[in-house]
């Protein structure tokens, strides 16, 4: 009696373990890698994704391919709807490896695209998200590039170039939670397609406020130059600056050097009104290219050094009045504020107060090494 | 009585609380927390362990003076035996309750995150049928399984050291800025992960050389715990952003969701494996408690006669509650009624065993 009921409870137990409410089969569902969102007439959404898939001709290898589909609707889900009814098998999200976002619907707020991303559990929550110059339809519509898929190309260009410090390291989850931060913003990686020639480049970063891009985009030199400002140094950060006037300009009058380190100190004086934050940048410099001079005397790569300093001084300068034009609190000095000078935050407006302040940044740079010729 | 093969040692004591402390309610711990005391909610945790501590004092001092007996067994003796009776079944009712909460989170989670076509039933189902399978064995082998199961919280504390690439300290400081009242509000949210301790009542017999280290053995159980819960707390608090982790039920899975590794894409899956033991191992040690009640009271003794229906009443009150707020409201209900149960009324037993003089009588023989 008690082993028939305990063989009972076994396949009971065993005819539902099989999970065949929630099977999804891999070989009919089609996986979407590259999203893009756009803002078309009458504020509907354009959503055009790349799907993944094989072609196995007889025998040989299979060779991955891609599917390109778009369309409209109101809301991200309802693209997303009537894409699936253009393709052969449910649509999955749950590979997506970047979103890319036009121009004109980055104004608008952002979150309301995102949400279905952090609400439904299948997504991707470590995909990139980038802005398009122009529309964001048009890079995804290059499909291929030189054999690449466009999905891989665009994925590869934005790891290496967070590799290189050029574009904030962002993804879905990491912009999150600075959206839902009143004090710090965020900043995401801006895209373009090449005049003329049929190719994907990066353009700089897309400096946000709140939930929404400010218009204003940073230079890929003056990104990285932020990004060390804010400590978020990937392997590389190159720089070029010319360091001579000759008459004719040639590669001889530039320097490029790679920070090797770059150490960072702020400091907040709240005593001042109003507000001074000043911002040391320690940089510890391996020159890369310098064709003009030999750097290994005493005195010279001291003198060279301080040129350098004083360049990216003025560089840093420039680039504050930029994030203050665009209401950009990347260093997240709100955050710091309310965490170490709690007094001080509650007596400020921060979405104006912000603006306002001083900005002090101070670059050092100091040469430590100059590759393997003198 | 505790018969000789069916005692368990100090050591699988400590893991068995531990486990029975440790369950479903941790996944939401850090948003109950963060609600009401903000980045504090550490604090909160850690508070709400030293006010389990002191409820093992209570317990403790008051199954002392009755070391052979469970909390069903002697409570005749202190009240008699119609009143007792009632608290029998007013007890048994209460770790069918939490039982029944374990299971309804467990499945709502499993629900939510991996299998949103699945119904519920059939995971309840699933559970159910785990629970039954152990709790109808002696205290032993239930506490011999939950120390194996305890290895794997080495693997969730590393897991979640995962998050300390993307954290920002700032976010819980200044220390102590919702203030004491919220502090300590927030912390009777978070009794409800943190309930299990009070399963001494019933199983203090059954520990060896019960005279003393029980309460060593109880302490470490709950200081792990506490740590435990109080690491989770603060490292979800200081990825989430203050006013993000106020839209995250669950940020411990949220939080592995977002790491993405070339060998396992989806850390939060993983981690959801290992936890579903921990949420067995508690809904276990519920069954076998409310089961032991019921034993006594109806079954001369035997808990694996309980253990059927028990489960089953288990699984229809997990099965009830059809929306989220529902799921809310019954899990607010227990956590609230729970204080009764682990606080007033063994402090009751515990001073009217005082005022009437009665303890267990010694054998004269050992």
Not at chain 1, 211 to 233: E, H, N, R
Not at chain 1, 294 to 313: D, F, H, P, V, Y
Not at chain 2, 27 to 51: N, Q, Y
């Amino acid at each position: 009696m008690k082993r028939l009921l305990l063989l009972l409870i076994a396949v009971c137990t065993l005819s539902i373990t099989t999970g065949c409410w929630d099977r999804q089969l891999l070989k009919n569902t089609r996986l979407v890698y590259g999203v893009s969102l756009d803002k078309v007439q009458n504020n509907h959404l354009l959503t055009t994704v790349s799907i993944h898939s094989s072609i196995s001709s007889r025998g040989g290898p299979s060779s991955p391919t891609n599917d390109i589909v778009s369309s409209r609707g109101d809301t991200v889900h309802e693209t997303r709807r009537n894409i699936e009814r253009k393709i052969s098998g449910p649509f999955s999200a749950s590979k997506t490896q970047f979103v890319l976002l036009g121009n004109e619907l980055a104004k608008d707020n952002i979150y309301g695209l995102l949400d279905i991303f952090y609400r439904d559990p299948r997504s991707q929550l470590g995909a990139r998200v980038a802005v398009v110059d122009g529309r964001a339809e048009d890079i995804i519509k290059l499909k291929t590039k030189e054999e690449t898929l466009i999905d891989e190309y665009i994925w590869q260009l934005i790891k290496t170039e967070e590799q290189n410090t050029a574009i904030p390291a962002s993804t879905i989850q990491t912009i999150c939670s600075n959206m839902f931060d009143s004090g710090h913003d965020f900043a995401l990686p801006q895209l373009r397609i090449s005049p003329g020639k049929k190719r994907v480049e990066l353009a700089g970063t897309a400096l946000f406020h709140g939930k929404q891009f400010s218009g204003i985009t940073l230079s890929p030199s003056d990104s990285t130059l932020l990004l060390l400002l804010a400590d978020q140094k990937k392997k590389f950060a190159h720089f070029t600056k010319k360091v001579k006037n000759s008459k004719k300009e040639t590669p001889f009058d530039y320097v490029t050097f790679n920070a090797k380190k770059a150490k960072v100190r702020m400091n907040i004086d709240t005593n001042q009104t109003p507000l001074k934050v000043s911002i040391h940048l320690n940089i510890k410099a391996v020159i890369n290219e310098y064709p003009s001079d030999r750097i290994n005397r005493k005195g010279r790569e001291k003198a060279l050094g301080k040129k350098l300093t004083a360049q990216l001084t003025e560089q840093a300068n420039a680039l504050m009045t930029k994030l203050q034009k665009a209401n950009c609190d990347y260093f997240g000095i709100g955050r710091e504020l309310m965490a170490y000078h709690p007094d001080t935050w509650k007596k400020l407006r921060w979405e104006t107060a912000y603006r306002n302040i001083r900005l002090e940044p101070k670059v050092n740079v100091d040469i430590v090494g100059y590759g393997i010729i003198d | 009585m505790a018969t000789k093969n069916s005692t368990i040692t100090q050591g699988q004591l400590t893991f068995f609380i531990f486990q029975t402390q440790i369950g479903v309610g941790l996944l939401s711990l850090p948003f109950a927390v963060a609600k009401i005391a903000h980045g504090d909610g550490w604090i909160s945790t850690l508070l709400i362990g030293f006010f389990i501590q002191l409820c093992i004092f209570l317990i403790w001092a008051l199954n002392r003076r009755f070391p052979t007996l469970s909390l069903y067994e002697f409570m005749p003796q202190i009240i008699g035996k119609p009143v007792a009776f009632f608290f029998t079944l007013l007890y048994s009712l209460y770790f069918i309750g939490i039982g029944g909460v374990v299971l309804l989170l467990f499945s709502n989670i499993i629900n939510n995150w991996v299998f949103d076509v699945t119904p519920r039933w059939a995971l309840i189902l699933l559970m159910v049928s785990a629970g039954i399978y152990l709790a109808r064995e002696n205290i032993r082998i239930i506490a011999r399984f939950h120390v194996f199961i305890s290895f794997f919280a080495f693997i969730l504390i590393f897991l979640a050291c995962m998050a300390y690439a993307h954290i920002d300290i700032r976010y819980i400081l200044p220390i102590g800025h919702s203030g004491a009242l919220n502090i300590i509000k927030a912390s009777s949210e978070a009794l409800l992960s943190m309930l299990g301790f009070e399963a001494l009542l019933v199983i203090f017999p059954y520990v060896e050389n019960n005279e003393k280290g029980v309460l060593k053995a109880m302490s470490i159980a709950n200081l792990i715990a506490t740590s435990l819960s109080t690491f989770l707390v603060f490292t979800c608090l200081i990825v989430f952003s203050p006013q993000e982790i106020l839209v995250i039920p669950q940020p411990m899975l949220y939080m592995l969701k977002s790491f993405t590794f070339t060998v396992i894409e989806r850390l939060d899956l993983f981690f959801l494996s290992i936890w579903i033991t921990f949420a067995v191992t508690s809904f276990v040690s519920y069954l076998y408690l409310a089961s032991k009640g019921l034993g006594y009271a109806f079954h001369k003794n035997r808990h694996k006669n309980a253990v059927w229906y028990a489960a089953i009443a288990c699984g229809f009150i997990a099965l009830y509650p059809d929306s989220q707020l529902a799921i809310n409201r019954l899990a607010f209900f227990i956590t609230r009624t729970s204080f009764a149960f682990f606080a007033a009324i063994p402090l009751t037993l515990l001073l009217l065993s005082h005022v009437l003089r009665k303890k267990e009588r010694k054998d004269t023989a050992s």
